[in-house]
């Protein structure tokens, strides 16, 4: 049987399948940072705090061409005996038909695979873009630090520090004036080095004020958006700012400054007043934390159903915070069944520039006011 | 084996088996063969299939190329058994390449043929950039299955090209009737001449700013799909008959009874019923097995009516193997009594429900031959390579009952534009209503008719 060949190749260096799917990776990279609205808000990482790898199911890249509508159309399928008419395969978990990202179920062609991402990618990512807003240098509490850069080339030098693309290119310039194009033969009049120079930088301290409203009112939803929000707050500013305190004050009809695990674990119940948080603000800042001598912002996040009779006091002490504050950030919950809140409306009159305010009606919404408020462009 | 094959009267390829690795089955099972260009959707699929082994979800345990020879792949962890089923299976498949009507025209060196594509793509990647190419390639991918398999048949397509409408037109047009002028821009409207199911020919010959490369892709990759195409087309026929042979090879040879245990437990799991989608192998093998019945033991009826003798399974089955694809095998040779003993049924979606909506033989055959027409993809054509007199491209979904996926044709559109280099637009039917999708390069937009 000449005709019929079994063979056994080597292919220990066929490699094609895996470098094509090391490409689809870090497209669907790319689709994640696009997507990072969708993500941060994921339970799993604001719940699994110690956790540092996340299994982020991601929809591998769709192949778009021009296909069939799989709910609009029949399909074939077989039985193990009598089907008849009004026999159910299955439902949709997704419900009703909704544009994008419509349930699994018995779509074909919905791939989910999990992606291994650690905390940090995923910060990395988002906080490219963020940046306390408004950072001023403030007078006496100026931190100086000393930072490292290469910037110089010398001929001499710590052999630890030794430029060799450099030497390299030395030798090879020396070779062809000599008229012989090629590496080789380095003597020491080829050998280069990196020095460096020392830059001081300065850093101004920052105080950043938590305040969150956990009150009877704000239900589950609305302690998650808040809880997601600080929490990347929180790791933002730890990540990009060495010298910043964070104050972490939870309030209902009282506010009491918290640590941070109690604030991002405990609920609490009862009636609301915001004034109490902003009271207890503009007292830290007046003993502990001059506007001279910090950069301050304060955030209060809440759903907006303040005891009436409250709001005018609280618009008087948002006051005094812009006066003394870099910006003072306030985000509004909003449950979409719910009226309109009272608290945002007295706000509205607030003018000074410093003064944001932010509504977040869905998870993913908790990007944008990251966003609103670290905003880069702010500075310029 | 391959005696016993032959004995049977299966005619195939000179053989050529490799024992390779998982990972090497699951590459030549992700991009349709070894030797083809690299491209994410590869990776993809590539991911896919390896992860479904790793789980022990699904197990590929064999391969074959149509080529001349024959390259089959085999996996290494497989035992003695897997490997000869696989080796009776993989032979009448060859024979299928080899004698399948709609194979005639398929290239058999198409390895060759696809190594030298993947350098030629690499070299491009290389001078005008990975990204670059790779964009490129995702358009042309997401138009792929938009070829004319019968292009050979009937007249050649035109060469022409557009007719320009120019400032000086009026001067040429000095003196003649009204009647002639709208004639003459009649002409000018009427290209394609015909409607030209050949998408991606049609862009290669046409599209007005593409440059050589890509034109070169594109009939690259076209080649590609002609050769893909009768493997999707006769997808039932093919694996049917192979199991069909698998069994009958098998059943040829000494087994022991564990071997026989094995072996039966394998073939279960390949031809097991799926509720939802027609497993080709089972649905194939039923109707290979029911003709063979028919026209080796015609009942009483079938003599009469028929004038059928008996005894004429076996060259009836070849006739068929060499003369049909899926469609017609289908149309020709479900009968009801196969549709009721198989329990084939069509299902829809009824609210949030997925319901079983038609067991009637006759609406369950033609469904499943809707459902695989033109390899399972809607029929487009270009209608007009000059619409609206400014180059625009119109393309016809000749619509069937099966409406389309309007979120994948709107993320499809822009691929074309970037083809095209100039607005498409893409006529269907949504709803009862006749639509036409655009995209000027910008956005996204339709229109009733």
Redesign the interface.
């Known amino acids: 049987?000449t005709?019929?060949?079994?063979?056994?190749?080597d292919?220990s260096l066929?490699r094609?399948?895996?470098?094509?799917?090391?490409?689809?990776?870090e497209?669907v990279k790319d689709a994640i940072k696009n997507n990072l609205s969708d993500l941060i808000t994921d339970e799993g990482i604001i719940i699994t705090k110690g956790k540092k790898v996340l299994k982020v199911p991601i929809r591998?890249?769709?192949?778009?061409?021009?296909?069939?509508?799989?709910?609009?159309?029949?399909?074939?399928?077989?039985?193990?005996?009598?089907?008849?008419?009004?026999?159910?395969?299955?439902?949709?978990p997704s419900?009703?038909p909704s544009?994008?990202g419509k349930g699994a179920g018995?779509q074909p062609g919905v791939?989910y695979?999990e992606v291994e991402m650690s905390v940090e990618e995923l910060s990395e990512l988002l906080f490219e873009e963020l940046e306390l807003p408004n950072m001023q240098e403030k007078q006496s509490k100026e931190v100086e630090t000393e930072a490292y850069r290469f910037t110089d080339v010398r001929k001499r030098g710590l052999s630890g520090n030794l430029d060799k693309k450099r030497t390299i290119l030395e030798n090879l310039k020396r070779n062809a004036m000599k008229g012989e194009p090629k590496i080789g033969g380095i003597t020491p009049e080829d050998l280069r080095y990196k020095t460096w120079t020392v830059h001081r930088q300065y850093k101004s301290n920052a105080v950043v004020l938590a305040m969150m409203d956990t009150s009877g009112s704000m239900g589950n939803f609305e302690k998650y958006i808040a809880r997601s929000f600080f929490f990347w707050m929180v790791r933002f500013l730890r990540t990009k700012y060495e010298s910043v305190e964070i104050i972490f004050i939870a309030h209902h009809t009282q506010a009491k400054v918290v640590t941070e695990e109690e604030f991002f674990t405990k609920g609490e119940s009862g009636g609301t007043k915001c004034s109490s948080a902003y009271s207890l603000a503009l007292d830290l800042i007046d003993k502990k934390y001059p506007p001279e001598e910090y950069n301050l912002y304060p955030f209060h996040f809440s759903d907006g159903d303040n005891l009436p009779s409250d709001n005018e006091l609280c618009y008087k002490l948002v006051a005094g915070l812009l006066e003394r504050c870099n910006m003072f950030g306030y985000g509004e919950i909003v449950n979409p069944y719910y009226r309109s809140s009272t608290l945002l409306n007295t706000f509205k009159s607030v003018s000074a520039d410093n003064f944001k305010a932010v509504t977040i009606k869905d998870k993913n919404e908790v990007f944008s006011a990251l966003k609103a408020f670290f905003s880069r462009k702010d500075r310029d | 084996m391959?005696k016993l094959a032959k004995a049977f009267g299966l005619d195939f390829f000179?053989?050529?088996?490799?024992?390779?690795?998982a990972?090497?089955i699951?590459?030549v099972g992700?991009?349709g063969m070894p030797t083809r260009f690299?491209?994410?959707?590869?990776?993809?699929a590539?991911?896919?299939l390896?992860?479904q082994y790793d789980y022990n979800l699904s197990r590929i345990y064999e391969l074959i190329i149509n080529s001349d020879p024959s390259y089959a792949f085999?996996l290494e962890g497989n035992s003695t058994i897997q490997n000869k089923m696989v080796i009776a299976h993989v032979l009448a498949h060859s024979d299928f390449f080899k004698n399948n009507s709609y194979f005639q025209k398929t290239s058999r060196k198409m390895t060759e043929t696809m190594a030298c594509n993947a350098a030629r793509i690499e070299e491009y990647e290389q001078q005008y950039g990975h990204h670059e190419v790779e964009t490129f390639l995702d358009a042309v991918?997401?138009?792929?299955?938009?070829i004319d398999p019968r292009h050979h048949i009937g007249e050649k397509k035109e060469e022409a090209p557009i007719p320009k409408v120019t400032e000086y037109d009026d001067l040429f047009a000095l003196g003649k009737t009204a009647s002639d002028v709208s004639k003459l821009s009649r002409q000018i409207k009427q290209f394609p001449s015909q409607p030209d199911k050949d998408l991606i020919a049609f862009i290669a010959r046409n599209a007005p700013g593409l440059e050589d490369w890509q034109r070169d892709i594109l009939w690259m990759l076209r080649e590609e799909m002609l050769y893909f195409w009768p493997q999707v087309e006769t997808k039932i026929m093919n694996e049917g008959w192979a199991t069909f042979w698998h069994l009958r090879i098998m059943r040829g040879m000494d087994l022991t009874e564990d071997e026989a245990v094995e072996f039966s437990k394998m073939n279960s799991n390949l031809v097991l019923?799926?509720?939802?989608?027609?497993?080709p192998y089972?649905?194939g093998l039923a109707i290979f097995e029911d003709i063979y019945k028919r026209w080796d033991k015609p009942s009483a009826e079938e003599t009469l009516k028929y004038g059928r003798r008996p005894g004429l399974g076996m060259e009836k089955i070849f006739q068929v193997r060499e003369t049909e694809n899926d469609g017609s095998f289908l149309r020709n040779y479900l009968t009801e009594e196969l549709v009721e003993e198989?329990?084939?049924?069509?299902?829809?979606?009824v609210g949030?429900?997925?319901?079983?909506?038609?067991?009637d033989w006759e609406e369950?055959r033609d469904?499943?031959i809707n459902?695989i027409m033109n390899g399972?993809?809607?029929y487009?054509e270009v209608e007009n390579g000059d619409y609206c007199g400014s180059g625009d491209l119109l393309i016809n979904?000749c619509f069937e009952g099966?409406?389309?996926?309007?979120?994948?044709?709107e993320?499809?559109l822009p691929?074309v534009y970037l083809l095209w280099g100039k607005p498409v637009h893409?006529k269907t039917v949504i709803e009862g209503k006749h639509v036409k999708f655009s995209y000027d390069g910008k956005k996204n937009s339709r229109q009733l008719l």
């Open positions: 049987m005709d019929n060949l079994i063979s056994r190749d292919w066929h094609k399948g895996r470098i094509d799917q090391k490409r689809h990776r497209k591998s890249l769709e192949e778009y061409h021009f296909r069939y509508s799989h709910e609009k159309n029949k399909h074939g399928g077989q039985g193990n005996g009598n089907s008849k008419k009004g026999d159910v395969l299955g439902s949709d419900g009703g544009g994008r018995d791939d695979y | 391959v000179p053989m050529r088996f490799e024992l390779v690795p990972e090497i699951y590459t992700s991009y690299s491209h994410w959707s590869h990776g993809k590539f991911h896919r390896k992860m085999l991918l997401s138009i792929l299955e938009h019923p799926s509720r939802a989608s027609i497993n089972h649905l198989l329990d084939l049924y069509l299902y829809k979606k949030h429900e997925w319901q079983v909506v038609e067991t369950v469904g499943l459902s399972g993809h809607p487009l979904h099966q409406e389309l996926d309007i979120a994948y044709l993320k499809t691929h893409l």
